[in-house]
């Protein structure tokens, strides 16, 4: 894992001092490409994890020096793309994945990316054809931002660095902040930042003279090239099983020591299981909250510990307490680079400190098992949909308004709210709305009549809904949210948090539910045996029978939680009273203060479930304090 950057037109100097804020990415060395024949420069920081020695040095360059590679991430195979490249011919001077990349370019040009197996964002300079060649990885583990406009072409891993190189591109995206505030995160290619977009989950890009000249996905997720769900109940069970060992026993590959993440869910203790097997002693490491789960919540803590002792690995433990995790907030949105509304993402920052203070540099995490099996509660909310979506709208208009007017400080009524929250919607919005955290009519109004006019004509799902459109008709409906799952929950908040707090701290984190040989697999396995009534994940579960206490697989589903709806009472008062003051909204000229005077009324008293709301609105604030007030810095 590293760091990377380039600029078309930056001096060396400059990108050199904007790699100062990714260098926490990549802490153990640095380097600079200065192109010939184009005002081209590359930067990356170096995390060292496969090949310790000068030899893993980046940017690489070929023989000839002519074609230069940075490369955030890790092949998975390139000890078999290395072996047929050596038989080939090609005489490797290092045993990093580094080199296997280049040499794959080298040998299969652009077409090398559909033989890749791994988490990567990368750019390569080929002098002979004065062209840049990025891409990102299928899934969108490893993230990359870039601007291309009329000043140039120019990227990098954060939107940190970036600022550094650009700092004209100050200027608010609005529907981006809408999304933000309707998702807790943003789906799609948006940015914060008008001119600043991702490059998509699975896309490359070829520039020339500055410009984008070509650009396409190289992958496609399964569910849209058709593949057959044919699957027997056995064959489902016995691949589910092999097809994760194999992909958790191909993450291990490090010259570094490895750990894990063990929440005590279904899905990281599936991962330490088939781990242990090759690391019999592979440390473990989990979060001991003090004032327990939040209201609603199962806590983790005991289901780790019966984890770690059932397969006789040391788990080591970070204790955190809430007013820690809430004087972190600000911290949370500096790293993130967007404003992500979640908390739970501190969890990840704590554990992987705690980890590299034990000189672990990769953690494997559970991240992704949800989102190719089910496991989340919008999953069980939908196989239930039969027993009321053929009302009429009317009725189901009704089922809403009741629901949401429940006291919503009850976790029941909340959960009912959020089950029956757009049900007179139909087809694929509706099944796109089940991600929404906050009605669009409720939000638009809490916005200032500046803001609330420049997103006419504009949708927080449209990307969803767009994305769906060309799935087969007969496509089930879990299906469809499966497919939303891997394509924006994954890639725009569970993966980006995961990346950028381990990465803070110097650590890589891998995730081997993600790896593609089991994604594929999954996508094969039918609908029945993933969502089997109200079991979610049944063959994940079935397939860890053999492996991890009965408890831990049939357990209560939770994920890591943080008890923001007391803190809004309590720990983050005195900050969100700033950040949410009327004159701080003022200033801004986003939002309403009054509207948000009266959502805060509404949150304490029952009558609205607008913690997350309340924490989005800061998050947005705070990251516009630290981005646009003071360019990242």
Known sequence: MCGIIGAWGAASARVSAAMDFIKHRGPDDTGIFTAVGAPLTLGHTRLSILDLSPLGHQPMLDESGKVALVFNGEIYNFPELRAALASAGYNFKSHSDTEVLLALYLSEGMAMLPKLNGIFAFAIWDGRSQELFVARDALGVKPFYF????????????????????????????????????????????????????????????????????????????????????????????????????????????????????????????????????????????????????????????????????????????????????????????????????PATLNVLYISQLAREQGIKVLLSGAGGDDLFTGYRRHRALSYESLWSWLPRFARQGLENITSGLDQRKPLSRRLAKVFRGAALDGNARIANYFVWQQESRLRSLYSKQFRDSLVGQSAVQPMVDFLAPLPQNTPG????????????????????????????????????????????????????????????????????????????????????????????????????????????????????????????????????????????????????????????
Not at 235 to 263: K, M, N
Not at 318 to 324: A, G, H, T
């Open 478 to 633: 879990l299906e469809r949210m499966l497919a939303l799952e891997q394509r924006f929950f994954l890639a725009d908040h569970n993966l980006p948090y995961t990346d950028k707090m381990s990465m803070a701290v110097g650590l890589e984190a891998r995730v081997p539910f993600l790896d593609l040989d089991l994604v594929e697999f999954a996508a094969r396995i039918p609908t029945k045996f993933k969502q089997r009534g109200n079991e979610g994940k049944w063959v994940l579960k079935k397939a860890m029978e053999p492996y991890l206490p009965h408890d831990v697989i049939y357990r209560p589903k939770t994920g890591f939680s943080a008890p923001l709806r007391r803190w809004m009472r309590f720990e983050l008062r005195e900050l969100f009273g700033d950040l949410l003051s009327t004159q701080s909204l003022n200033r801004r000229g986003l939002f309403d203060p009054v509207a948000v005077q009266k959502l805060i009324q509404d949150n304490d008293s029952g009558r609205s479930d607008a913690a997350y709301t309340l924490l989005s609105l800061m998050c947005v604030e705070i990251w516009c304090r630290r981005f646009l007030d003071n360019n990242g810095a």
């Open 147 to 342: 601007c291309a406009d009329a000043s140039g072409f120019s990227f990098a891993s954060e939107i940190k660095a970036l600022l550094q190189l650009r700092p004209d591109l100050r200027e608010l995206d609005p529907i981006s902040i809408h999304r933000y505030l309707s998702f807790l995160w943003c789906p799609g290619e948006g940015t914060p930042l008008r001119a600043v977009r991702k490059l998509l989950p699975g896309e490359a890009m070829v520039i020339k003279n500055n410009s984008i000249a070509k650009r396409w996905f190289w992958y496609q997720l399964p569910a849209f090239r058709g593949v057959e769900q044919n699957l027997s109940e056995h064959d489902a069970i016995a691949g589910t099983e092999r097809s994760l060992r194999t992909a958790v026993h191909r993450q291990l590959l490090a010259d570094v020591p490895v750990g894990a993440f063990l929440s005590g869910g279904l899905d990281s203790s599936a991962v330490v299981a088939m781990a242990r097997e090759r690391a019999s002693n592979i440390r473990c490491f989990s979060i001991e909250s003090k004032g327990g789960a939040e209201a609603g919540e199962t806590e983790d803590l005991p289901y780790a510990k019966l984890v770690a002792k059932h397969l006789g690995v040391p788990l080591d433990l970070v204790q955190i307490d809430s007013s820690r995790m809430a004087s972190d907030i600000e911290r949370m949105v500096y790293m993130l680079d967007e404003p992500l509304a979640d």
